[in-house]
């Protein structure tokens, strides 16, 4: 399966706990795009890479959050001291743009987060 | 704000009719446009796009139309098939196109 693919699919937590996600883009691709999906909305961008570098963080990412992509290939997005309100899809997704010309973005699974 | 708005919650139609999906969006700077279905436990998966230079785009069973002076996209889907039941969300880009805003989403039921 040459997909994106995220690691783990579910996580439950307690509040005030650290987690962090693991997101595997599609080989080729150089873009990666973090999103997160509360119920009854569609997915809201967090945050992007183009290779390793961290291009554009959306305010709903607070200091809370962190991302990272050290290779320019996988990438981790960990959230510190967590609360009720990060309970949520996260998504992540690729896409090439070797050519400057907008490429459709494909999606992981993505990892259910509940905080008890 | 919602930028994008997908004023549909749901929809049933019945296997072998068409089915309209709506979409709104408020901010003319937007010029690529796509829809993705999302079955549940799944990401959402890429349907078909369009950009702002074009008015309409096929794929099979598949057509996005794009009306720019209204701001308004519609995803037809036909003939329907069960297993075209999922959710539909429209998302919309801009430049430089590194992101994408969706809508809320309409739940199509394809009714055998």
């Known amino acids: 399966d040459t997909g994106v693919s995220q690691d783990p699919r579910h996580k439950i937590t307690k509040r005030g706990q650290n987690v962090t996600f693991r997101c595997d883009p599609i080989?080729?691709?150089?873009?990666l795009y973090w999103y997160r999906q509360t119920l009854g909305q569609g997915p809201e961008f967090l945050t992007y890479?183009?290779?390793?570098?961290?291009?554009?963080k959306s305010r709903l990412l607070s200091d809370r959050f962190s991302a990272e992509r050290p290779k320019g290939s996988f990438s981790t997005l960990e959230i510190q001291r967590t609360e009720q309100g990060d309970s949520a899809m996260y998504l992540c997704?690729?896409?090439?743009?070797?050519?400057?010309?907008?490429?459709?973005?494909?999606f992981g699974p993505g990892t259910r987060l509940t905080v008890l | 704000d919602q930028q994008v708005k997908q004023n549909s919650p749901s929809l049933s139609v019945q296997e072998g009719r068409i089915s309209i999906l709506n979409c709104d969006y408020t901010?003319?700077?937007?010029?690529?446009f796509l829809w993705y279905k999302k079955y549940p436990a799944e990401g959402p998966t890429f349907l078909i796009s369009?950009?702002?230079?074009?008015d309409k785009n096929e794929d099979g069973r598949f057509t996005v139309f794009l009306n720019k002076s209204a701001k308004h996209l519609s995803l037809h889907i036909v003939p329907s098939q069960p297993g075209d039941s999922a959710v539909y969300f429209c998302?919309?880009?801009?430049?430089?196109?590194?992101?994408?805003?969706f809508g809320t989403g309409t739940r199509l039921t394809i009714i055998p």
């Open positions: 998302a919309v880009s801009r430049p430089p196109r590194e992101k994408l805003t």
């Open positions: 080989s080729e691709h150089n873009r």
């Open positions: 369009i950009s702002s230079i074009k």
């Open positions: 890479f183009q290779n390793e570098a961290q291009l554009e």
């Open positions: 997704a690729s896409s090439s743009n070797r050519d400057n010309s907008y490429n459709e973005q494909f």
């Open positions: 901010n003319s700077m937007f010029d690529y």
